[in-house]
């Protein structure tokens, strides 16, 4: 008799049953066992079409000693279902009956209660029992969010948590649980049930003793799902779920294998998530002395440019408040992120230059670390970045320069001053595919004659040809954009009206703010800065007479109704140098 032959009397045979009788059952399921590890072709199908799963659910139900035998057999089966489903998943549009036949092995489990009748074994103490349930389980779900949803309200998280907690040493069994895990901790439900259970110290132990890549990437995969949620960022955070994943990239650091490469990456990509917490951010900091803080320090200096990358990227999370942006510069990051910084200028990496950047802006908030940065050099340093081709680079240099000059007059008056800086930035101002750059270089402009207040800023910005940018500016849909420039025109015109005069004519600009003073549904503040700018026109007599012109006065008289007071106080103020009512 062929094994085939073999196979389909066993199948016979125990559908035919309608007794379960154990000595008659078994080894017409020994026969059904071989040929699936045999992985005799399509041996799978034939099963799960036999009509035998019934039989054996009620094998199960029964709580039979041929129970451990019984989950081996619908594990066996349903590995060539899910082996099948993930194989052949490419190929589904042009043959759909493959995936059709991956599910011809795993819904007939499901139908049959297999899974519902498996579930309560996950309670057992024999190891191997757990081990059949377990794979059985996992292979029957994947990839059925439904079922997956079923076994967690049907509570198999706490269980799962409990087999790795008592068996720790147990690497068949551990596999299978966390890959049950992995498989669930997308869902929000699942998240919920294992902040309940404090999953990280037993995910931290299995990280730390994870024999193969395999397992580490599987363990870091369920993190990564997991580190989504705040409550279990904080949790992961005082669970030493950071230093653990710092601890496993310093012994990986320096191979070339890929597999550790990936497990670099991930893990520093899961650090760099988990400080977006606040708490849990704070607690890796730890003033400064942390453990994670003080890695992250040598991944700046690191030949691996994915963990310089996290390492900037960390370095910007940290400096999310002024108190650890001030102890940062006193502990000297900024040295390490202009070097490197300095490495990638030219074609280096874009993600790199981007993260390094965004750490230095976010250090520059607080003022006197302004100051600081300005006295240690960092803006003569960081302007070699203005030969990048890069968008994203420009638009991150940009923002970072506009943070140090915010409210320090000196650093306006270099870099105003600066004719290769502001040519480089009226370049940046016309670039057509990244309107991103253009905003903000225009608002670098703003920024330097408002917080220079500086005649030589204002002729260098009006020689380059940037004020026709900042009226252009001044009509951008972004209010913030728009006072910024309204107030940069009306400073510059203040100190300078003769280098005004021909761009706002050019530009037919008058105009333009009287339509912004009789926008019904303009912005208060917008309406507000514009009439400083034309308080600053009404002062030149030759303005003056052009005021007049449009009709200026008809506009102010207006807004004397106005119900914002600082909005009719203005008005009236600027009516009255113009010479009275509107006629």
Not at 28 to 33: A, E, G, Y
Not at 120 to 137: D, F, H, K
Not at 375 to 390: A, C, N, W
Request: hydrophobic share 45%.
């Amino acid at each position: 008799m062929t094994d085939i032959d073999s196979l389909s009397e066993a199948l016979k045979a125990i559908t035919v049953s309608t007794e379960l009788i154990e000595e008659e059952l078994k080894p017409h399921l020994d026969t059904v066992l071989a040929a699936l590890l045999d992985k005799k072709k399509d041996a799978a199908l034939e099963i799960a079409r036999s009509g035998i799963l019934p039989t054996l659910a009620q094998a199960l139900r029964g709580k039979s000693s041929l129970s451990c035998q019984v989950a081996l057999v619908v594990a066996e089966m349903a590995r060539d279902g899910r082996v099948l489903s993930v194989y052949l998943a490419f190929y589904a549009s042009v043959h759909p009956f493959i995936c059709l036949s991956a599910a011809a092995v795993r819904e007939p489990c499901i139908e049959a209660g297999l899974v519902k009748v498996l579930v309560p074994y996950l309670n057992s103490s024999n190891q191997e029992m757990l081990l059949n349930t377990g794979r059985a389980i996992g292979r029957i779900c994947f990839d059925n969010s439904y079922q997956q949803d079923q076994l967690v309200q049907s509570g198999v998280i706490p269980r799962l948590v409990s087999i790795i907690r008592d068996y720790p040493e147990n690497d068949p069994l551990i596999n299978v649980c966390l890959l049950a895990l992995c498989n669930l901790a997308d869902l929000d439900s699942a998240r919920d049930a294992l902040a309940k259970q404090g999953v990280a110290d037993v995910l931290t132990f299995q990280l730390k003793r994870a024999p193969d890549a395999e397992r580490r990437h599987v363990i870091l995969e369920i993190l990564g799902s997991l580190g989504e949620s705040d409550a279990l960022k904080l949790q992961f955070a005082e669970s030493g779920v950071p230093e653990a994943l710092s601890k496993m990239i310093w012994g990986l650091q320096g191979g070339s294998d890929p597999h550790d490469l990936c497990s670099i990456k991930i893990a520093s990509n899961l650090i760099v998530s988990l400080l977006l917490g606040d708490e849990s951010m704070q607690k890796c900091f730890g003033e400064g002395s942390g453990v994670v803080y003080q890695d992250v320090l040598s991944w700046l200096q690191s030949s691996n440019t994915q963990l310089q990358l996290s390492g900037a990227l960390a370095i910007a999370n940290f400096a999310r408040n002024d108190s650890n942006c001030v102890k940062m510069l006193d502990l000297g990051v900024v040295p390490h992120i202009l070097t490197l910084l300095e490495q990638h200028v030219d074609e280096g990496d874009v993600s790199v230059q981007h993260a390094g950047l965004s750490a230095l802006r976010n250090l520059a908030i607080p003022a006197t670390n302004k100051v600081r940065m300005l006295e240690d050099g960092v803006m003569e340093r960081i302007k070699s970045l203005l030969r990048s081709d890069m968008p994203p680079v420009q638009f991150k240099l940009l923002g970072t320069l506009r943070m140090m000059v915010d409210g320090q007059e000196r650093a306006a008056l270099v870099l105003g001053r600066d004719t290769v800086l502001l040519a480089r930035v009226m370049e940046w101002c016309e670039a057509k595919d990244h309107a991103g750059v253009r905003g903000e270089a225009s608002r670098l402009l703003a920024a330097l004659i408002r917080h220079s207040r500086s005649p030589e800023v204002v002729g260098a910005v009006a020689k380059a040809a940037g004020v026709q940018h900042l009226i252009s500016m001044a009509t951008s849909e972004h209010v913030i954009m728009q006072n910024e420039a309204l107030v940069a025109l009306a400073i510059a015109t203040a100190i300078d009206i003769e280098s005004m005069k021909d761009p706002f004519r050019e530009a037919e600009l008058l105009p333009m703010l009287k339509k912004m003073l009789e926008d019904p549904v303009g912005a208060v503040e917008v309406k507000f800065s514009a009439l400083g700018l034309i308080c600053s026109l009404a002062n030149s007599s030759e303005m003056k007479e052009e005021l007049t012109s449009v009709n200026i006065k008809e506009s102010l008289s207006k807004l004397m109704d106005h119900s914002s007071s600082k909005i009719s106080s203005q008005a009236s103020s600027i009516l009255a140098i113009l010479g009275g009512d509107a006629s």
